[in-house]
């Protein structure tokens, strides 16, 4: 089975634009979860989604969002670019909803934002 | 809000002794708790997952143990190997999972 593909894998930005990052999940999973990791505050749980519904939900801005499509794979849009949201964003998936389950994690996709 | 502390300080051991990480937390007592490792670069890797009625947990060389008392679990690899170097995470789930918190993560070097 192929694994979690996240793209772009890297990405730079300027403050006050808006970015889009992808997630497709392995074959079968309907839970796609999204974190940001920085060195400040490691890695931190953004939100969750399962069958295209959003179940669960971090501690971030409003200005961080996502969806999730028919097929499982995720979008997670985050606007008006602060130099703050510089980081590694990861998606993770799994089978089921909820954390419990085992969670497989894609690559990454390293955002700078100057 | 949950604190969740594991040692910051890189931990080095010689090859085939066993590492113990720790992993410390407060303010509520979690559901689940889970061990991932991560390597530089690339995504964690889900290694164990212990519950709160759970004392222990095995697989292969890797136990996780579970003291909901003292707030902390404990994470052994014995016999270590070069190859077992990277950075650990705990991880914790409240029950209804809409609370879910990484630890900062230690790294370890296993050291031939």
């Known amino acids: 089975k192929a694994g979690v593909t996240q793209t772009p894998r890297y990405l730079i930005k300027t403050r006050g634009q808006q970015v889009t990052l992808s997630c497709s999940p392995i074959?079968?999973?309907?839970?796609v979860s999204w974190y940001q990791q920085t060195p400040g505050q490691g890695l931190q749980f953004l939100f969750e989604?399962?069958?295209?519904?959003?179940?669960n939900k971090g501690n971030f801005p409003g200005r961080f969002s996502g969806r999730q499509f028919s097929n499982s794979r995720s979008e997670m849009n985050v606007s008006t670019l602060e130099l703050g949201d510089s980081a590694l964003y990861l998606c993770?998936?799994?089978?089921?909803?909820?954390?419990?389950?085992?969670?497989?994690f894609g690559p990454g996709t390293r955002l700078t934002v100057l | 809000s949950q604190k969740i502390e594991q040692n910051s300080e890189a931990l080095n051991i010689q090859e085939g002794k066993t590492a113990t990480l720790t992993c410390n937390y407060t303010?509520?007592?979690?559901?689940?708790l889970q061990w991932y490792r991560q390597d530089p670069g690339r995504g964690p890797v889900f290694l164990l997952l212990?519950?709160?009625?759970?004392k222990e947990k095995r697989k292969e060389r890797l136990k996780v143990t579970f003291d909901t008392t003292l707030k902390q679990s404990l994470f052994h690899i014995t016999a270590s190997q070069p190859a077992d170097s990277a950075t650990y995470l705990c991880?914790?789930?409240?029950?209804?999972?809409?609370?879910?918190?990484f630890g900062s993560g230690t790294k370890l070097n296993v050291k031939p």
């Open positions: 991880a914790l789930a409240s029950y209804n999972f809409n609370k879910f918190y």
């Open positions: 212990i519950r709160e009625n759970e």
């Open positions: 993770a998936s799994s089978s089921y909803s909820g954390h419990y389950n085992e969670q497989f």
């Open positions: 989604y399962f069958s295209e519904t959003q179940r």
């Open positions: 074959s079968g999973h309907r839970s």
């Open positions: 303010n509520y007592s979690p559901a689940y």
